[in-house]
């Protein structure tokens, strides 16, 4: 790959891997990279445990760590910046690697639009780096912080999976440190011999949302989308319920890269579904009004720095009744129907980075996000509407409740997408009866040929697993291939038997 | 592993007979309990609970002869409890113990008791030398794995300790401060403490005795315990009114107490 440009990351000082707490007393470290003891939950705050964390600078390092598991029998897992719900990146009594230090990019070609990066690198750093320079990530998460190899690991999805699929669809290639050695995958349709393209597909896919299991992640490389300025043309318009809002989405999201609709789930009866859609593209440097159209300031990606919820407050600050409110003022405030609306990247995408630790406002216990997809048809869309129904019976407030169409789904076993739809709700934890709620929504979903995402998944009951990801058995063949001692071990591998290991 | 909604997957209980103990592993089975291990003294009693278990879906049920007062053998009997639990499976696949439930303990005879300081000692090495020294055992476990909860049938016997069962009130004191005391040590580990004080509940240990105010049943107290797992609480009062009753008894001046408290 040419050497183009050299670019530099930004440093992430604010963005440090969320939720991690000392806990007190000396780190201990027998072996040379220091560790130190610390809870750890994920973004959703539920579910703490304690392991040793150990932040890698170098690539070696991480071999070494996987060489001292093996011999001392004790799991480790890749943590990235936290950002998945539940207890993904999270192995208690044993080692977590932070990867936030293998943040360097280590190739560009801004000619074709290509960039090598570690597996440590945020989005929020690429963005900084690349957006100035004409380019996008292919895909982003509804935050900016999260890391390559978080993203990986999910195979994350965007607003617009419908029209350019999920994270992996757009890696060329990735290096893993397995426990068997150092492994290079690349995608098998896009071979090019000489690229070594096409070499462990098996394993590349096992390790598009493989949560973590199949290896850490060193680093990869991935497609960049031209952008021309870090504006998007934005369409908004309100629809009445949710059958508007779906038959909106159908007839219009191919017009458009971007799309999503943020559904009122406090509103019932005939408003049930009532929803904000918002659609776009990126701006072209023409479409910007002449106030906003300066080559280089429409390209200027610097997100301020951010406010930060100081503490947990008491209560609850998201409850039933301040979430109705806010919904009722955010549905009023949408306009009807608004087209062409100039937005800048960083609000369009990311609404919620700006405030920092936002998820403290759940309270003590966090909050639960639950994601399924359905396939199009009218078994899932009927799913849809009964999950809508069941939270507004039981007056569950979701604070943010969004939907969007998916694309066909990639070739990767465990990847979350699937042609349909999918609804995510973010909970409050803590109400009698949500634990059993969420079990009922899981079966009506499963029934539907649907399944719930494992980056959110903080509760879900093993037995349903292999039901939702039906090939399963595939991911746990590649994994013992690659990991034929089961070092590598999350919270949520052990909770949803994610591994396979019992049998064998 | 617990999971967000404070739902266990393995258990070890300690008084695996009690009915209590059995109300609740019934109310986990329906949720995500997989793995238990029952350990206690009458190992036939231990076998007909793990039937049931096993007949509600619970797939691995296993059991443990063992005396809470026998201290010297907890620490046996705790490794083979994480070894039935978690060393099954390969590396580490197997989450540990995610509840060790602590139910062990004995009313005593009061009037017997204050006559035969054997009896008396008795009654206090059963619920609280022997649960305590079991408990320790158990918390470095939960410690070292980083995660998992500890529950304690404590009492409301034990807050305001009454002269008509002061034995057993003031074991169960004892019992109730060294497990705020563990809780404490527990801060931040991963691993915590829950407390259960429940007032007089119907089973075979009140069997003929004449039920107390707010009594209630070792189902409701199961249910109890499970909406305090649900919210992480570190005291769960069953049934929950008597927290703010015993708010006021602990202020009620000892010769007050000693004529509302027969
Ligand atoms: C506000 C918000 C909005 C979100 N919106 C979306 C969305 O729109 N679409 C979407 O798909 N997701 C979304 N997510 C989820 C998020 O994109 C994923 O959970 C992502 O995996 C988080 O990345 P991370 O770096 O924080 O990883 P972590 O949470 O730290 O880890 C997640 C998983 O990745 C594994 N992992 C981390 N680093 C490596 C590595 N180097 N090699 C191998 N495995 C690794 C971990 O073991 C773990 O299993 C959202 C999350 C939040 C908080
Ligand atoms: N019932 C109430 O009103 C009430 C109220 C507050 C608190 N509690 C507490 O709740 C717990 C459970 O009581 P319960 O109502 O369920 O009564 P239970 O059925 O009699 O349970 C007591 C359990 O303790 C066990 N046990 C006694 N001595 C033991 C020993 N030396 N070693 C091991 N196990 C021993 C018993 O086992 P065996 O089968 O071998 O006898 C039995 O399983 C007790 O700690 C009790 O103090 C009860």
Not at chain 1, 139 to 162: E, L, S, Y
Not at chain 1, 294 to 302: G, K, L, Q, Y
Not at chain 2, 24 to 52: K, N
Request: glycine share 10%; aromatic share 6%.
């Amino acid at each position: 790959m040419a050497r183009a440009v050299r670019l530099r990351c930004v440093p992430l000082t604010e963005v440090g891997p969320a939720d991690l707490q000392t806990l007190s007393g000396a780190p201990s470290s027998s072996t040379t990279i220091p560790r130190v003891r610390r809870l750890l939950t994920g973004w959703g705050r539920t579910s703490p445990s304690a392991a040793d964390v150990v932040s890698v600078r170098r690539p070696e390092q991480i071999d070494a760590l996987i060489a001292e598991a093996a011999r001392s029998a004790r799991p480790l897992v890749p943590r990235g910046l936290g950002r998945s719900y539940g207890d993904a990146a999270q192995c208690a009594g044993g080692l977590v690697v932070d990867t936030t230090g293998l943040n360097h990019v280590l190739d560009s070609d801004l000619e074709s639009g290509s960039i090598r990066v570690g597996a440590g690198a945020s989005l929020h750093s690429l963005m900084c780096a690349l957006v100035p320079r004409g380019w996008f990530v292919p895909v982003t998460p509804g935050t900016r912080f999260v890391t390559i190899g978080g993203a990986i690991a999910a195979d994350i999805h965007g607003k617009n999976h419908h029209h350019d699929g999920s994270f992996m669809q757009h890696v060329t290639r990735l290096s893993i440190a397995a426990p068997v050695g150092r492994i290079e995958a690349s995608p098998s349709t896009r071979a090019s011999p000489d690229d070594g393209a096409g070499a462990n597909a098996d394993l590349f896919w096992a390790t598009a949302g493989g949560m973590g299991l199949t290896g850490i992640v060193v680093e990869a490389t991935i497609r960049l989308l031209p952008v021309e300025t870090a504006w998007m043309n934005v369409d908004t318009e309100r629809c009445r319920d949710l059958d508007d809002c779906m038959s909106k989405m159908e007839s219009g999201d191919s017009g458009y890269r971007y799309s999503v609709a943020w559904i009122d789930c406090l509103a019932r009866g005939r408003h049930m579904g009532r929803a904000v859609l918002t659609r776009g593209d990126h701006a072209r440097l023409d479409d910007l009004p002449p106030r906003l159209r300066h080559a280089t300031s429409a390209s200027r990606f610097e997100p301020t720095s951010r406010f930060e919820v100081p503490f947990i407050p008491p209560g609850r600050l998201l409850n039933p009744v301040t979430v109705a409110a806010f919904n009722e003022m955010w549905f009023r405030k949408a306009p009807l129907l608004q087209t062409g609306h100039p937005e800048h990247m960083t609000t369009f995408f990311h609404p919620l980075d700006g405030i920092g630790a936002w998820n403290r406002l759940y309270g003590r216990l966090g909050f639960i996000q639950y994601q399924l997809v359905v396939p199009t048809g009218s078994a899932g869309e009927g799913v849809l509407r009964r999950v809508l129904e069941r939270l507004g019976e039981t007056r569950t407030a979701s604070f943010l409740a969004v939907l969007k169409r998916f694309g066909p789904g990639d070739p990767a076993p465990l990847s979350f997408p699937m042609e349909g739809w999918t609804l995510a709700l973010d909970l409050a934890n803590g109400p009698a009866g949500l634990g059993e709620m969420l079990d009922d929504l899981d079966v009506m979903v499963a029934e539907a040929g649907g399944r719930v995402y494992l980056a959110k998944d903080s509760r879900l009951r093993p037995e349903m697993l292999s039901t939702m990801y039906p090939r399963l058995d595939e991911f746990q063949a590649v994994r013992r291939k690659v990991d034929p001692a089961g070092i590598l071990v999350s919270d949520m591998a052990r909770r949803l038997g994610l591994l396979g290991m019992e049998e064998t | 592993m617990n999971n967000a909604t404070g739902m266990p997957q393995s258990a070890v209980v300690i008084g695996g007979t009690s009915e209590i103990a059995q109300a609740i592993l019934r109310a986990l089975a329906a949720r995500r309990l997989q793995s238990v291990v029952l350990t206690g003294r009458d190992s036939s009693h231990l076998g007909e609970v793990a039937t049931d278990l096993r007949s509600l879906g619970v797939a691995h049920v296993e059991t443990l002869v063992f005396d809470v007062t026998d201290v010297a053998h907890c620490r046996s009997v705790a490794a083979k409890a994480l070894a039935l639990l978690g060393d099954s499976s390969p590396a580490g696949s197997s989450g540990g113990i995610d509840l060790v439930l602590v139910a062990a303990g004995m009313l005593g005879d009061q009037p017997g008791d204050e006559a035969d300081p054997i009896a008396a000692a008795d009654v206090l090495t059963t619920n609280f030398t022997g649960p305590a020294a079991t408990m320790l055992e158990f918390a470095g476990i939960l410690h070292s794995q980083g995660h998992g909860r500890m529950v304690v049938l404590s009492s409301v016997a034990g807050v305001r300790v009454r002269r008509e069962n002061f034995v057993y009130g003031s074991s169960k004191a004892g019992l109730d401060a060294f497990a705020t005391g563990l809780s404490s040590a527990l801060a931040g580990t991963g691993a915590s403490v829950m407390i259960v004080r429940p007032g007089f509940v119907a089973t075979r240990m009140t069997a003929g005795m004449a039920p107390a105010p707010f009594a209630t049943t070792a189902d409701a107290v199961a249910a109890d315990v499970l909406r305090g797992l649900e919210r992480s609480s570190p005291i769960v009062w069953s049934p929950p009114v008597l927290r703010k009753v015993f708010a006021v008894a602990r202020l009620v001046p000892e010769p007050l107490w000693r004529k509302v408290g027969r």
